[in-house]
């Protein structure tokens, strides 16, 4: 009997788990997202809409906990099952990096509605959606180091967001730069990661440009060997043909 391909195989209860939470982890993680907004861009938030939005974004956390918990309960090999998801570890043990979870979700979603998508079309989504949300968050944790501090360059969300641009980029205008401590380890984080995006995104584009240039070179080559062969059946008729005549009888006169 042929094994079980992965398709067929039962899924395991954390699988089962993680199938029946993941479109309600990712609605979570956008709503965090909005909150996290919310709370940077409202500078003149009431006392008690601030203490709301506190208590929101620690519930949320709780339930991302809750639900590492309860995945690595269910999970047979639980120090591989850490090993594989550190990503879910950080967004546990460092709440500021919870909005993160909202890529992880995202692919799993794209992988389960389009699972015979071709494999770089879920690693472009992957840097896609990585980038904005990258750009977003920095611009967003630097405009709250950095808007009402002493010497401060920021006086709206728009320079940050430009800030953010140049930054991962690594153009740096020069025109507005981090003077809170904050602000720079936004910037440090940043920069670090601009540099990898940038590396990873020109490698993934050089890839498959050579792929395009190999495959319009394997259907120029299968073309030419194509207009051969019918060069060389043309001939062979021709031949075919000559033999015949000849092979024929002279008509009687």
């Known amino acids: ?17 993680e199938q029946a939470t993941n479109l309600p982890m990712m609605t979570l993680a956008v ?25 929101a974004d620690v ?15 269910l999970s047979t090999d639980r120090r591989r099952f850490v090993r594989k998801h550190p990503l879910d570890l950080l967004v546990v043990l460092v709440p500021p990096f919870r909005p993160l979870r909202l890529v992880r979700a995202a692919l799993l979603l794209l992988d389960t509605l389009n699972r015979a998508m071709h494999p ?7 840097v896609g959606t990585g980038s904005l949300l990258i750009l977003l968050l920095s611009s967003l944790a630097f405009f709250d180091a ?19 641009a140049v930054s991962v980029t690594t153009v740096g205008y ?8 904050e602000g720079r380890l936004v910037a440090l984080v940043l920069m670090t990661l601009g540099i990898g995006l ?14 395009q240039l ?3 070179d394997a259907t120029d080559r299968a073309e030419r060997t194509l207009a051969e062969l019918v060069d060389e059946v043309r001939e062979l008729r021709s031949e075919v043909a000559e033999l015949r005549a000849r092979s024929e009888p002279p008509p009687v006169g």
């Open 146 to 164: 950095e808007f009402g501090a002493p010497d401060s360059k920021i006086t709206s969300f728009g320079d940050a967001l430009w800030w953010s």
């Open 174 to 181: 020069g025109d507005v730069y981090p003077v809170t401590f």
């Open 214 to 216: 190999k495959t319009v």
């Open 1 to 17: 009997m042929d094994p079980l391909t992965t398709e067929q195989r039962p899924q395991t209860r954390r699988q089962r788990w």
């Open 31 to 55: 709503l965090f997202l909005l909150m996290y907004a919310w709370r940077v861009l409202d500078t003149d938030a009431s006392p008690t809409l601030d203490a709301c939005l506190v208590w």
């Open 120 to 126: 770089r079309t879920r690693l472009v989504a992957f």
């Open 59 to 73: 519930a949320i956390w709780a339930v991302f906990a809750v639900d590492f918990a309860v995945r690595l309960r």
């Open 198 to 211: 940038i590396s990873f995104a020109i490698g993934t584009m050089t890839s498959w440009f050579v792929e």
